[in-house]
């Protein structure tokens, strides 16, 4: 489909210092992060190229790090539904609302973008082991990817994790690690691993090429507007990772061209018992002060050590967005609320994501005529056990019309 002779480079986020693209995620001159960067000006990209691309994240291939296409491990990650909002906008009463349904990715999370591209890359180096940290959806993803690649995984997970992500990413093959520790712990020791072992973790020692599969969030959502970018967009936010990528999302389509020079505000949401990022924001400090035990529903947002976090503060600053955070009543509230009003069912980050742009409308911070869109990253079913105690009672009844009528029939009418 496309040329494979791209020109990768990796960047210090720092310093600048240009590397070659190895498998390599420091700077050697300052410790910085590496970022992948692009020939832009080689890139010839038209609104119209994409009309018969596949049906996937795929599709942005000149924007992916991967230069040899039959190396790519695909399970179909991307091009989830921009879901446009009526009920749920009316209720909160805005105009122009979607919500970015990435609950139907292939393991149920958006994590399945950045894995597919981790995995790939990890093959394109003739890397034979995979592996990665994770909260809870990145295991099943790596998991699943490697499966598809016949390639064995090692994933590390917190011990607490919830059960359905667990016997997921059992299920794929891969030798799950289930660690008695934080995940600011777990990455500590994958750090190490990965340097004894010449494991690719994808977000570790792959994580440059690893972050770039986030970015196409923000593609597709402008594609689906029509390339007619939002006004703002909420993310939940754990280590940052995923919204500097969609930030870096929205500044590359700037670049080629495919949408105008408009600011577009980012706004970060995370659970009020792990959300550093946003104390930081209050406080208007550019210092993340560490969460040391994390307490929240939302475990996948639970990382009170987010690696990303000073550069996500700053994106959200420099965008003019907001970072807001939700508490576990208010997070089970957004996944009810969500499901009700627009029938998506998510896990409680996207009921975070809910929750806080709840909050930022009823503060005024999000105003009644802008184009916003909500990312909605994993799927309800990977936490269930996060709302079961709050589902309306069940009724029960006997096969019998009686006692349907008795039970059921005289509510109806
Ligand atoms: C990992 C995860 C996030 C947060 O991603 P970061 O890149 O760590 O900020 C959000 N939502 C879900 C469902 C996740 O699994
Ligand atoms: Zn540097």
């Given at each position: 489909m496309m040329k494979a002779d791209k020109?990768?480079?990796?960047?210090?986020?720092?310093?600048?210092?240009?590397?070659?693209?190895?498998?390599?995620?420091?700077?050697?001159?300052?410790?910085?992060?590496?970022?992948?960067?692009?020939?832009?000006?080689?890139l010839r990209l038209?609104?119209?190229f994409?009309?018969?691309r596949p049906?996937?994240?795929w599709r942005y291939l000149e924007l992916l790090?991967i230069c040899d296409p039959?190396?790519?491990?695909?399970?179909?990650?991307?091009?989830?539904?921009?879901?446009?909002?009526?009920?749920?906008?009316?209720?909160?009463?805005?105009?122009?609302?979607?919500?970015?349904?990435?609950?139907?990715?292939?393991?149920?999370?958006?994590?399945?973008?950045?894995?597919?591209?981790?995995?790939?890359?990890?093959?394109?180096?003739?890397?034979?082991?995979?592996?990665?940290?994770?909260?809870?959806?990145?295991?099943?993803?790596?998991?699943?990817?490697?499966?598809?690649?016949?390639?064995?995984?090692?994933?590390?997970?917190?011990?607490?994790?919830?059960?359905?992500?667990?016997?997921?990413?059992?299920?794929?093959?891969?030798?799950?690690?289930?660690?008695?520790?934080?995940?600011?712990?777990?990455?500590?020791?994958?750090?190490?691993?990965?340097?004894?072992?010449?494991?690719?973790?994808?977000?570790?020692?792959?994580?440059?090429?690893?972050?770039?599969?986030?970015?196409?969030?923000?593609?597709?959502?402008?594609?689906?507007?029509?390339?007619?970018?939002?006004?703002?967009?909420?993310?939940?936010?754990?280590?940052?990772?995923?919204?500097?990528?969609?930030?870096?999302?929205?500044?590359?389509?700037?670049?080629?061209?495919?949408?105008?020079?408009?600011?577009?505000?980012?706004?970060?949401?995370?659970?009020?018992?792990?959300?550093?990022?946003?104390?930081?924001?209050?406080?208007?400090?550019?210092?993340?002060?560490?969460?040391?035990?994390?307490?929240?529903?939302?475990?996948?947002?639970?990382?009170?050590?987010?690696?990303?976090?000073?550069?996500?503060?700053?994106?959200?600053?420099?965008?003019?967005?907001?970072?807001?955070?939700?508490?576990?009543?208010?997070?089970?509230?957004?996944?009810?609320?969500?499901?009700?009003?627009?029938?998506?069912?998510?896990?409680?980050?996207?009921?975070?994501?809910?929750?806080?742009?709840?909050?930022?409308?009823?503060?005024?911070?999000?105003?009644?005529?802008?184009?916003?869109?909500?990312?909605?990253?994993?799927?309800?079913?990977?936490?269930?056990?996060?709302?079961?105690?709050?589902?309306?009672?069940?009724?029960?009844?006997?096969?019998?019309?009686?006692?349907?009528?008795?039970?059921?029939?005289?509510?109806?009418?």
């Amino acid at each position: 489909m496309m040329k494979a002779d791209k020109k990768l480079m990796l960047k210090c986020r720092e310093c600048g210092e240009e590397y070659p693209p190895t498998v390599n995620y420091v700077c050697r001159e300052c410790f910085g992060p590496l970022d992948v960067t692009y020939d832009y000006d080689s890139l010839r990209l038209r609104k119209d190229f994409f009309s018969n691309r596949p049906k996937n994240l795929w599709r942005y291939l000149e924007l992916l790090p991967i230069c040899d296409p039959s190396k790519i491990v695909d399970l179909g990650a991307g091009l989830t539904p921009l879901h446009k909002s009526d009920r749920l906008a009316k209720l909160l009463g805005l105009r122009d609302l979607f919500l970015k349904n990435d609950t139907v990715n292939p393991t149920f999370s958006f994590k399945d973008r950045p894995a597919s591209v981790g995995v790939s890359k990890a093959i394109e180096f003739g890397i034979k082991t995979v592996g990665c940290a994770s909260t809870g959806n990145l295991a099943a993803a790596v998991a699943a990817h490697a499966a598809r690649a016949g390639l064995p995984s090692y994933v590390f997970i917190p011990a607490d994790t919830e059960p359905n992500k667990v016997i997921q990413a059992q299920l794929y093959g891969a030798n799950l690690v289930a660690v008695d520790g934080t995940y600011d712990e777990i990455n500590r020791l994958c750090t190490q691993i990965a340097e004894i072992y010449s494991w690719g973790f994808v977000n570790i020692n792959l994580r440059p090429y690893y972050v770039e599969g986030s970015k196409t969030l923000a593609y597709e959502v402008c594609e689906q507007l029509g390339w007619e970018p939002p006004d703002h967009v909420i993310v939940p936010t754990a280590s940052g990772a995923m919204l500097c990528a969609i930030s870096k999302g929205f500044k590359e389509l700037r670049r080629v061209g495919l949408i105008e020079e408009r600011g577009i505000k980012i706004s970060a949401a995370q659970p009020e018992g792990c959300a550093p990022i946003v104390s930081a924001f209050r406080s208007n400090s550019s210092e993340i002060v560490p969460v040391e035990r994390p307490q929240t529903i939302a475990k996948s947002l639970a990382i009170g050590d987010p690696g990303d976090g000073f550069y996500a503060l700053k994106e959200v600053r420099e965008s003019k967005g907001v970072a807001e955070s939700a508490t576990d009543e208010e997070i089970v509230n957004g996944i009810k609320l969500l499901a009700e009003t627009e029938g998506i069912f998510t896990e409680p980050a996207g009921g975070v994501a809910v929750a806080v742009l709840k909050k930022l409308v009823d503060q005024g911070r999000i105003d009644a005529d802008e184009r916003v869109v909500c990312y909605i990253t994993g799927n309800g079913l990977k936490a269930s056990e996060a709302v079961s105690t709050f589902a309306p009672r069940l009724i029960r009844i006997k096969p019998e019309l009686s006692s349907f009528l008795s039970r059921v029939g005289g509510m109806a009418a």
